[in-house]
């Protein structure tokens, strides 16, 4: 059969355009209203031309926002995609702990079931008496956009502060990976964060709160400004106790309460001030058991002299006989040797070993700076990471520059600063170095906040016996002078009192105590100070010594031997 169509050639195409668009022009019979007549009218030139320009438009706008994206802003856009994908966040290290010498915590760290931080917070006790030895610290913080611009504690005072870099840690790093939708794809810790160490103090937080509390009760009683106590190890430098009294609570600055921190700044007492290592005092007779000590070493007196003291000291004077100069003592006492002169605070004796008097030559303000410095008087003792104010020992040359109008040092000066008044000025820790330099025969030790410490310290190059006989003179003021109020059968104390008279007109008076135990084997020094107390007030360091050592016979009686 012959089939009645024919194969096109190979390569011909099968349908024609003309075959589609069929031109209108020839076909109007048809009823056009109807589509009749026609596949698809034919488009015109025009048409093809406005496409184009449609399609040159757009891509010329699609070409400038490349070149914007690209040029203008492709380092941004491009770091921000990292960022996007790659998100760092610190995770906190927790701080350490801190202990008591018997391991009883004092700072430690809290971390709720329902916490709004990334870090723990950081509690402290309640103990009293220790608020100065802790500090406290500033937590992490972060701006309003989440940026934590203090991404660590920061020590701020005390312990906290001194060591810092011990109690800090290390913090940890998370990676987080993000699509670009914000999701989270994957997120691993890439270092962990190590906690830091733990610090073991050298203080007794009972002890310190039996001593704080103690300054407090009698500075309020005397109606003193405020108070300071520190007892310190003999052997080693420890303390066992460093109180200021008024004190701050380390946990309401933590909570940055601005009424608290009003209330504290605007307190006249001074909270903020650490009595015990910045405050200065006038010592008073508190330096007499060191004078003495000093007076024999140089050959100034024998042990056995006596000076006799009628209540007063009357100094000639050359150049107006009927007006010679009177130097009071605070009583009749008599005849005293170097150990009753210390027992009984006579002033008249410590005149004359400290400026000499007739033919009782006396140590001069030369040796009596010299033997203050080696004591530790005028310098700071050391204390790691405190503040500690250095003292004044006055000389002729410190006279002069404070004193330019009367820059002459005279007679009176030299007596006055043998007892511990004119300019002298120290701080509570300074007190109890010296103490315990008397006590352990002439070392002077270098105090430390740290339990188990290497002893450091500097040896004084002074004649034990000189030092013997101070101490002596000190139990003898314990047992039969004007420190009884800490003459015990359960302790054998050695102390010396000390009054110093301040304000414009000596309208105030600084009391002190100082003093060690036990007397047989000394291991602890002491040193109390209420401050600026109105003249004549009967309360002093006696009391608050007397009831400190009944409150260790009951709560803390393993320190009494």
Do not use: C
């Not at 402290?124 to 610290?137: N, T």
Request: proline share 6%; no cysteine; aromatic share 10%.
């Amino acid at each position: 059969m012959r089939r009645w169509y024919t194969r096109t050639k190979k390569g011909s195409p099968e349908i024609y355009p003309d075959e589609v668009f069929i031109d209108a022009a020839n076909i109007s019979q048809f009823d056009t209203s109807q589509f009749e007549g026609r596949i698809e009218r034919p488009l015109s030139r025009r048409s093809f031309a406005v496409a184009g320009g449609v399609f040159a438009l757009a891509a010329t706008l699609l070409l400038l926002r490349a070149s914007d994206l690209q040029l203008l802003h492709g380092t941004a856009y491009a770091k921000q995609a990292r960022e996007n994908q790659l998100e760092q966040q610190v995770i906190f290290a927790d701080r350490g702990v801190i202990k008591d010498r018997a391991g009883r915590p004092l700072a430690w760290n809290d971390r709720p079931a329902v916490n709004e931080q990334d870090f723990a917070t950081r509690v402290y006790s309640p103990y009293r008496g220790i608020a100065h030895v802790l500090g406290y610290i500033k937590p992490p913080a972060k701006d309003s956009s989440g940026f934590y611009y203090r991404d660590s504690y920061v020590g701020v005072d005390g312990a906290e502060k001194a060591f810092d870099d011990t109690l800090k840690g290390e913090n940890g790093l998370t990676l987080t990976e993000t699509d670009a939708r914000g999701g989270v794809v994957s997120s691993s810790a890439v270092r962990t964060p190590k906690m830091g160490a733990t610090l073991a103090l050298s203080v007794d937080a009972v002890v310190s709160e039996g001593l704080y509390d103690s300054l407090a009760l009698h500075a309020s009683a005397a109606r003193a400004v405020g108070a300071a106590g520190v007892i310190i190890d003999v052997r080693t430098g420890e303390l066992l106790a460093l109180a200021s009294y008024p004190e701050y609570s380390p946990q309401t600055l933590l909570g940055g309460d601005p009424a608290a921190v009003t209330a504290y700044t605007a307190d006249r007492r001074l909270p903020f001030l650490n009595r015990a290592t910045d405050g200065l005092y006038a010592p008073g007779s508190i330096v007499k058991p060191l004078v003495a000590a000093a007076a024999l070493a140089e050959g100034v007196i024998d042990e056995n002299k006596q000076i006799l003291s009628s209540g007063q000291l009357v100094v000639p004077n050359p150049y107006n006989p009927d007006k010679p100069s009177i130097f009071k003592d605070w009583r009749v006492n008599g005849w005293t040797d170097a150990r009753r002169a210390i027992a009984v605070s006579s002033d008249v004796y410590f005149y004359e070993i400290g400026g000499g008097f007739e033919s009782q030559p006396g140590l001069g303000i030369g040796r009596i700076d010299s033997y203050f410095k080696l004591f530790g008087f005028g310098s700071d003792a050391g204390l790691r990471g405190f503040s500690e104010a250095p003292g004044t020992i006055p000389t002729p040359e410190w006279k002069a520059a404070t004193f330019p109008e009367d820059p002459a040092w005279r007679l009176g000066n030299t007596y006055h600063t043998a007892i511990g008044q004119y300019g002298t000025l120290v701080t509570p820790l300074q007190a109890v170095r010296m103490v315990a330099a008397i006590s352990n025969g002439g070392m002077l030790l270098t105090p430390t906040l740290v339990a188990s410490s290497t002893p450091r310290g500097s040896s004084i190059p002074i004649d034990a016996h000189a030092l013997e006989v101070a101490r002596e003179g000190m139990r003898q003021g314990v047992t039969s002078g004007i420190a009884t109020a800490v003459n015990f059968s359960f302790v054998h104390v050695a102390a010396k009192t000390g009054t110093a008279q301040v304000g414009v007109h000596n309208e105030y008076q600084n009391a002190w105590m100082v003093g060690f135990w036990p007397y047989e084997n000394p291991h602890y020094a002491y040193a109390v100070v209420l401050e600026r107390m109105p003249a004549g007030t009967p309360i002093g360091g006696s009391v608050v010594m007397s009831d400190f050592f009944r409150f260790l016979e009951t709560h803390a009686p393993g320190y009494l031997n």
